[in-house]
């Protein structure tokens, strides 16, 4: 079956501009989870929803970083005013339970460049 | 917060050996300990994991130790090949709350040499 897509899976923005990053998670996951992966290092949590609702969003670096799942399916990072530093892979995650405790399902990521 | 610390950052065996990758975590209450693999420009995928309430785990080739006492988990792998070679990730979680995130270690690059 269809694993987790991602889209786009590169984006290149100007510094200031505003970006939209889509999760597309494995059809009837409860969980799922977005990741910040800079170059050579594991990923970093963002956020994680449990269906549509937000139970964790202490990952988000700063209120630039804005996450959503309004019908508990597909999710979208939005990241306003881009920075240098927002530059990294964004990885969507996906699991069939609820809670971070059982294998996640990563999709591709999107490569964020910011210029 | 929480913490997870990976060593070592890269490892090179010769095909055959054994490759020992070490974890520790600092939050006591974590209890699901997965090892995911990252070959180049690929998403992460898990290998196998362990839950606090066994010790030792093993899949064929690859093996987990817990020791929930320390607060460190390690990956073995026996009889390295060549596709091993990838970057390895250990993360420790708590379920049964609300915010169940999972903290990943900064990955191990595995060479396998020939």
């Known amino acids: 079956g269809a694993g987790v897509s991602q889209s786009p899976r590169y984006k290149v923005a100007k510094r200031g501009q505003d970006v939209a990053l889509r999760c597309d998670p494995i059809s009837g996951h409860v969980s799922l989870f977005w990741y910040q992966q800079a170059l050579g290092q594991g990923p970093e949590f963002l956020t994680y929803f449990q269906n549509e609702a937000q139970l964790d969003k202490s990952g988000l670096p700063s209120d630039r970083f804005f996450a959503e799942r309004p019908e508990g399916s597909v999710s979208t990072l939005k990241i306003q005013r881009t920075q240098q530093e927002d530059s990294a892979v964004y990885l969507c995650?996906?699991?069939?339970?609820?809670?971070?405790?059982?294998?996640?399902?990563f999709g591709p990521g999107t490569r964020l460049t910011v210029t | 917060g929480e913490n997870v610390e990976q060593h070592p950052s890269t490892l090179s065996v010769q095909e055959g050996d054994s490759a020992v990758i070490k974890c520790t975590y600092s939050?006591?209450?974590?209890?699901?300990f997965p090892w995911y693999k990252q070959e180049l420009g690929k998403r992460p995928q898990l290998i196998i994991d362990?839950?606090?309430?066994?010790g030792e785990k093993k899949d064929q080739r690859i093996a987990v130790t817990l020791n929930k006492t320390a607060k460190h988990f390690s990956l073995h792998i026996t009889e390295t090949q060549p596709e091993d070679s990838a970057v390895y990730f250990c993360?420790?979680?708590?379920?049964?709350?609300?915010?169940?995130?999972?903290?990943f270690g900064k990955g191990t690059r595995l060479h396998i040499l020939p």
């Open positions: 995650a996906s699991s069939p339970l609820a809670g971070g405790s059982f294998e996640q399902y």
């Open positions: 362990i839950r606090s309430n066994v």
């Open positions: 993360a420790a979680s708590r379920s049964g709350n609300r915010d169940d995130k999972i903290i």
């Open positions: 939050d006591s209450a974590s209890n699901y």
